[in-house]
């Protein structure tokens, strides 16, 4: 299928896994995701109060107020020439000032050493599912970042999805001469879990992560778009997944890698863990889980 070009927009041929939400008026647009981007253009009516702001190819979508599209959005060849537009789009400027207060209070109180970078573990469901990165990839990511800036010290912000273990894991990040947990309270130094209603929610620490100078990413469509948003246009450092051969093969997470982005590449394993605290919880999650089958990704 030839691409299709409608009022200056380039547009590309589907690619799976994506499902849209068409529109009578606009048939054309269940096939071209390229114009959207992954959930944009998403409440227009907020985004720009007045329809005059809008970017000048949006304009015929003012029949619109909410635009849903649902996918995975790792193909660059959709975005990759518009990420200047989609990063106007998608970015909040409320929540990412709101993350830089954050961040700048918890340095303020833990002064960084080094390079500051940002370290996304992907763990939660990923322990039972086998698909957990070795340790090796993140000491050699460490090391692209000393290289890469030429300092020898780093201070590592983690940021996870079970930040507890995350700690734990962050423990065995030699490489690290600092290690701050990106906790859910804005002020850890008073109580790092229970922090009143005042929690630092998964989308703060999205921006915050895309205001670093330096992120180490996970095999994760989150901290992937993080990186991908961000406007500082870091360095960024990713897996590129060589076992289990199986996923390697298909490409599950070659997204990660297409060389339109200019990231650092590093070989990585999963569901081979080598990190003594995800052995353990790999090991007291087998315990509860004692007759049920093991994880085709444990194979």
Not at 115 to 142: C, K, P, T, W
């Amino acid at each position: 299928m030839s691409n299709v070009t409608r009022e200056g927009i380039s547009c590309l041929p589907p690619l799976p896994p994506f499902s849209l939400i068409s529109n009578s008026r606009y048939p054309w647009l269940c096939r071209c995701p390229i114009t959207l981007a992954f959930h944009a253009v998403y409440n227009l009516s907020r985004r720009f109060p007045s329809f005059g702001a809008l970017p000048h190819n949006f304009r015929h979508f003012q029949a619109f107020q909410i635009v849903e599209l649902d996918g995975y959005w790792q193909s660059a060849e959709y975005f990759v020439h518009n990420l200047d537009m989609i990063r106007q789009l998608m970015w909040n400027e409320d929540t990412a000032v709101q993350a830089q207060v954050v961040l700048d209070g918890w340095l303020e109180r833990e002064p960084p050493v080094g390079q500051l970078v940002g370290v996304h573990l992907r763990l939660g469901d990923y322990i039972g599912a086998s698909r957990n990165l070795n340790m090796s990839y993140y000491r050699e990511a460490f090391e692209a970042v000393k290289t890469a800036r030429n300092d020898t010290q780093l201070t590592c912000l983690l940021f996870s999805d079970d930040i507890v273990l995350a700690q734990k894991v962050g423990e065995e990040f030699e490489a690290c001469n600092k290690v701050i947990p990106a906790v859910p309270c804005p002020d850890p130094w008073n109580n790092k879990y229970h922090c009143h209603g005042r929690e630092v929610g998964d989308w703060v620490q999205f921006y915050m992560m895309s205001q670093l100078d330096n992120l180490i990413i996970a095999d994760s469509s989150y901290s992937f778009w993080s990186a991908v948003l961000s406007p500082k246009k870091p360095l960024v450092v990713v897996p590129r997944i060589t076992w289990p051969l199986g996923v390697a093969s298909r490409g599950d997470y070659a997204y990660l890698n297409n060389p339109m982005y200019g990231w650092v590449n590093i070989d990585a394993r999963l569901g081979d863990p080598d990190s003594k605290a995800v052995r353990m919880e790999h090991l007291h999650l087998a315990l509860d889980r004692s007759g049920v089958p093991p994880s085709e990704w444990a194979a």
